[in-house]
């Protein structure tokens, strides 16, 4: 994920179908990462995957310094 334009309209898609969820994306790193949080409970990254996958981009979980059912960390990339 190097584009800002493909970051925002991802973030949308996310925003739209998980209104629960927030989520950023950290185009400075060099995984690409994906952070998604929700204050209302407990974050399903397959989902989410699924939504990049449909999108033309690929996501897979990456282990959490802190493991919190409440916040899901993903490496993202176009494919």
Do not use: W
Not at 36 to 50: A, F, Y
Not at 65 to 77: I, N, Q, R, Y
């Amino acid at each position: 994920m190097k584009e800002k334009i493909h970051a925002d309209q991802l973030l949308e898609q996310i925003h739209k179908s998980f209104p629960s969820y927030k989520a950023n994306f950290d185009l400075e790193d060099c995984d690409n990462i994906l952070r998604i949080k929700s204050d209302s409970g407990i974050v399903q990254p397959m989902p989410v995957i699924l939504l990049l996958n449909e999108s033309g981009f690929h996501a897979e979980p990456l282990p959490d310094e802190l493991p919190s059912a409440t916040l899901t960390t993903l490496h993202a990339f176009h494919l």
